[in-house]
């Protein structure tokens, strides 16, 4: 008997050690100290954080369609009696004083903002000391384990967010029945708990409004009138509260509910004052179910909303009666077919597979670990399936995550750049489904967008700004003009539309959503007007959130036709001739974009090589801004290629001019930027800096890095994360240009490697070895007969496959 325990301890570490060494699995010796350290798990629609305490457990955890307020009120902005007098200002180069009149008359309110769920704690009776301890999240089945041994015996548990279940299981095991705590649901939100002899409910009412600013904020703004919870007609305040619930504010607010039900195995449950107490139980597994009232963005949560405890007794028929190990299989099954389409190993030395991940991280700078990249890659992947599944809501800037009633941006959707980048990798990491909620967001902007267009612009078609909520909120949002007043989020999006179809060929998809893509080059078509060259500008624009000094240094930021304007209509336009073409409708359309397509602004290179970023050369006031919204065309646009040399060597002038150390998500841009000039070492220099440990205890310089959890760090935004991933795709695999590129930008020091399952536009899958720098092996399939050339370190093959062929090529 004894021989046979030491065998099973042998076993059990052996076990233990395997997982920790996992490329696949992020794991620490102690558990989160802080939210942002804690580890991530989500089903699309349920996430959760979780800390890995032996003590008390903290799992915090979300429902993504939770946020204050209830559909906007139209905000009767209409800048059609100013339009005339601002571009005369911009005529006359009276650039700041056409900015002050539309700070002043143009200007919104903020979006309402992404709520926190509530927490599931987990109190354990014994407070003695552990060995052995772990805390994992095995990114391969979408678990996190935290185990350690206490008085000499083995306790575990396991997290995860099951989405056949639609729940988040939690399953707690000791080698000996020892489980003993008492488990109990909270919220930062003012809540009732019930429960009966079976679960524990906890019920409440998001706030009526979640104000991120202050009322000397609104008076800065001078927004006053548009915040009448806060200002009489008079602009006096009648109150200060940055968080207002539906008692205050005629009942308003998504109401919402979650349930937590208890299984267990020896020992006994019980349940009363709604906590579930443990007592010498050997396994217990607990069903996490949460829902709320929200019944689409025009419809009240409070009035006209879903039954969110109905919602719940729905939930919890799907997995009625099953056990823990069937819920785990389904689980794993459902996440693999997605996760497991892509295969990425670079290479570590044995000291770093040994070390935790947090070790591993802090030791990046003074020794490359490339496996570490490796898990930075697929940890984005890992991400987008735990936060954007189904017909659920895209992954915010938080994605699905969040602990504060006002976080960071109100962790909303903000459209000149970070929503966008949540999504680049969905296509080419073959996560396609994964891109769907994003669609029925554009879909649901597209609808609002037509009643904007027409009273804010008296114009056809559909626009949106760059701030929503869940509300879809269409008008400007607060603060200042070049920042609120950009009116291509919709043509951007729209983008996502289009590469979808490219990646997938799907016909059907393409015809459902062409109306769309019409709707927002109506927009534009109609909002474009001739400059003094005979160009096609936009009349009023700004570069996203960055500003320029005038002649006299006075700071400005308005102007006719910035680049990033003309790209993104340019980009809108082919895309929709394209599709009208393929879909053979629209010809007398089709013709009028083509002829404005033609006179649109052509790319300007200034006075140092640059290209420009508005419709002249100005003085830059923050020369490394973090946003480059003027190589869009570079990326993710693709009309800035080798083939445009002067606009390409220009582009590639002005990204080192920018420097490569700034925000997180700028930083994960830029690997992308550098990887479409080919230029490995700067997308490497770009992606090493992003991976920079991130203490959040500590005063950190304002740059981005990485929290231990590997999450983008500074304060937590997730578009670092996506951004990332999507950079190392464009490393490795490049097709913007009709072709399939290999290996366009593989840093120097990425010896050897191979990465399976790849996406390039067609439909292709491309799997790759490289040993010493060089392709070994190469192996492409296309699901359809078509031809395309492959290059590959200035070599072409022009090949052509049948339908389901898969091919090895050779160079």
């Known amino acids: 008997m004894k021989n046979r325990l030491i065998t099973l301890f042998i076993v059990s570490l052996g076990i233990a050690g395997t997982n920790a060494q996992n490329h696949l699995t992020l794991w620490y010796k102690s558990p989160a100290k802080a939210w942002e350290e804690a580890l991530p798990v989500g089903n699309g629609r ?9 003590q008390k457990e903290r799992i915090q955890f979300n429902e993504n369609t939770l946020y204050s307020g209830e559909p906007e009120t139209p905000k009767n902005i209409n800048i059609v009696p100013d339009l005339a007098h601002i571009r005369q200002l911009l005529g006359e180069g009276k650039n700041a004083e056409a900015g002050t009149i539309m700070q002043e008359k143009w200007i919104g309110r903020l979006n309402e903002a992404y709520q926190p769920f509530g927490d599931l704690y987990i109190d354990f009776d014994s407070k003695e000391a552990v060995t052995d301890y772990m805390h994992s999240l095995d990114m391969e089945n979408a678990v996190v384990t935290t185990s350690y041994k206490q008085n000499g015996v083995d306790i575990s548990r396991e997290v995860f967010a099951s989405y056949p279940a ?15 705590f008492t488990a109990y649901l909270a919220s930062p939100h003012p809540v009732t708990k019930e429960s009966d002899s079976q679960v524990v409910y906890l019920k409440g ?3 009526a409004h979640a104000q991120r600013r202050d009322t000397d904020h609104m008076k800065r703004f001078n927004t006053q009138r548009l915040h009448p919870e806060y200002f009489d007609a008079s602009g006096h305040i009648i109150q200060k509260k940055q968080v207002i619930y539906g008692n205050e504010m005629d009942g308003k607010g998504t109401f919402f509910e979650a349930c937590l039900l208890p299984t267990h195995k020896g020992g006994q449950l019980s349940i009363s004052d709604n906590q579930i107490t443990a007592r010498n139980c050997s396994e217990v597994t607990l069903m996490l179910y949460a829902a709320t009232s929200y019944n689409g963005p025009r419809k009240s949560p409070s009035k006209e909303g879903k039954n969110p405890h109905q919602a719940i007794m729905n939930y919890r028929r799907i997995s009625e009666g099953e056990t823990y190990k069937e819920l785990k299989r389904q689980h794993t099954t459902d996440y693999q077919a997605l996760f497991n389409r892509v295969s990425f190993d670079l290479p570590a030395n044995k000291q770093q597979k040994e070390l935790p991940t947090d070790e591993r991280l802090k030791r990046f ?14 940890f984005g992947r890992y991400l987008m399936i735990a936060g954007s599944r189904g017909e659920g809501q895209p992954l915010n800037l938080q994605g699905l995550w969040n602990d504060q009633i006002l976080p960071p941006w109100n962790s909303g959707y903000t459209l000149n750049i970070n929503l966008e980048m949540n999504y680049w990798p969905a296509e080419v990491t073959n996560l396609s489904e994964c891109h769907q909620p994003l669609f029925k967001l554009i879909e649901e902007i597209a609808d609002k967008g037509k009643d904007l267009a027409r009273d804010m612009y008296g114009l056809n078609g559909w626009a949106i700004h760059h701030n929503i909520s869940i509300w879809r909120e269409a008008y400007p949002s607060d603060g200042f003009v070049y920042w609120f007043f ?19 060929k799907d016909a059907n998809f393409l015809k459902k959503y062409y109306p769309i893509l019409k709707g927002a080059a109506t927009f534009c078509s109609e909002w474009l007007v001739e400059n ?7 009349p009023v624009s700004t570069s996203p959130e960055n500003a320029y000094l005038m002649g006299d240094h006075t700071p400005a930021s308005v102007c ?5 304007d003309i790209a993104i209509i340019r980009s809108l336009f082919s895309n929709t001739i394209q599709a009208a073409e393929i879909l053979q409708t629209d010809m007398d359309f089709r013709s009028e974009l083509i002829k404005k397509r033609n006179k649109l602004k052509k790319y300007q290179i200034g006075s140092k090589g640059q290209l420009l970023e508005w419709d002249k050369e100005y003085k830059e006031s923050e020369p490394q801004h973090r946003h480059v919204s003027h190589l869009f065309g570079l990326y993710p646009g693709c009309d800035i290629t080798d083939s445009t040399p002067e606009v390409f060597k220009a582009a590639r002038k002005s990204l080192d001019d920018r420097g490569n150390k700034t925000t997180g998500w700028s930083m994960a841009w830029k690997i992308s930027l550098w990887s479409r000039l080919y230029d490995s070492s700067n997308a490497y220099e770009a992606l090493s800096n992003l991976i920079n440990y991130i203490d959040p205890h500590m005063k950190a310089e304002n740059r981005g890095g990485l929290y231990r959890n590997l999450l983008n760090a500074l304060p937590f935004q997730i578009d670092g994360n996506f951004g990332a991933t999507a950079g190392i795709t464009e490393m490795l695999l490049q097709s913007h240009k009709g072709n399939i590129h290999l290996l366009p930008a593989l840093p120097s020091t990425w010896k050897e490697g191979n990465i399976k399952g790849l996406k390039a536009r067609g439909g292709f899958t491309v799997d790759m070895e490289w040993k010493e720098g060089k392709i070994t092996v190469a192996n492409i399939t296309s699901p359809y007969e078509q031809t395309v050339e492959i290059v590959y370190n200035n070599s072409i093959k022009k090949t052509h496959f049948n339908a389901g062929e898969r091919k090895k090529i050779s160079f």
């Open 46 to 54: 349920l996430g959760a954080m979780i800390f890995g305490d032996t």
């Open 166 to 180: 639609q729940a988040i299981v939690i399953h707690l095991k000791s080698s000996k029945p020892v489980l003993n």
């Open 560 to 564: 006719e036709g910035s680049t990033m």
């Open 365 to 378: 700078k003074d020794e490359e670990d490339q496996a570490l990249i490796a898990q930075l890659f697929q």
């Open 205 to 207: 009412q998001a706030p």
């Open 486 to 504: 950009w009116n291509m989020s919709g043509p951007w999006l729209c983008n996502h539309l289009w590469e979808h179809y490219l990646f997938t």
């Open 532 to 538: 003094s060259k005979g160009e096609l500008v936009t």
